[in-house]
């Protein structure tokens, strides 16, 4: 497409650029039919305090990976009623109703008395296993690799003169033998 190509339709497409690392911030068709796009990477300013939209989203959605997907417990989950035997409708929107507040309330005082203590608890596990992992384990194994060449190519070698043509030839040996059942 020449630099003289008159542009016949433009488009500015400014949705979620926020949300979004990378987004197509205009395209254009020349007058050869040609679809041209750029692509803009477009980072996001973060402040100092998070915004309230931010803010938002972390509160909405708390389990974006569906790491808990069966605790998805309802009340018709648990109690459940057959159409032959059901109880006064007060006393079955009741048991709900206190179903519903008691299992929300308890949870929330449990995990007020809990989150934290386990969240910094499960922070400072997952760190020492971290820096054991990079700072210990990870180059010892690479110490061990790195040393154990020798063992490599030696084992390497028994197993292509020793083992490999004993088990081919007992391979070949048994390979002519056939088994036949047969009912009587």
């Known amino acids: 497409m020449t630099t003289q190509a ?7 497409n400014l949705e979620d ?8 911030l205009w395209s254009s068709q020349g007058t050869a039919g040609e679809q041209m796009e750029v692509e803009v ?3 996001a300013i973060q402040d100092l305090h998070s915004t309230h939209s931010e803010r938002r989203l972390l509160v909405q959605d708390r389990d974006p990976k569906g790491v808990n997907k069966c605790l998805k417990v309802t009340f018709e989950d648990v109690i459940a009623e057959p159409p032959s035997v059901h109880s006064f409708d007060k ?3 009741w048991s709900h109703a206190l179903f519903e507040v008691s299992r ?3 949870y929330r005082l449990i995990s007020l008395l809990l989150a934290v203590p386990v969240s910094l608890v499960a ?9 054991l992992h990079i700072w210990l384990i990870r180059p010892s194994v690479q110490l061990c690799l790195i040393n154990m060449h020798w063992v490599q190519t030696v084992w390497g070698t028994i197993l292509n003169i020793a083992i490999s043509p004993f ?13 036949r059942l047969a009912r009587d």
């Open 41 to 43: 990477e477009v980072q």
């Open 123 to 131: 922070g400072l596990l997952f760190a020492v296993l971290s820096c």
């Open 6 to 12: 008159k542009l016949t339709e433009a488009q500015l």
């Open 91 to 93: 006393v079955w929107l």
């Open 104 to 106: 929300l309330w308890c």
């Open 17 to 24: 650029i926020g949300e979004q690392e990378e987004s197509t």
């Open 167 to 179: 088990f081919t030839s007992i391979g070949k040996c048994c390979g002519s033998i056939t088994i």
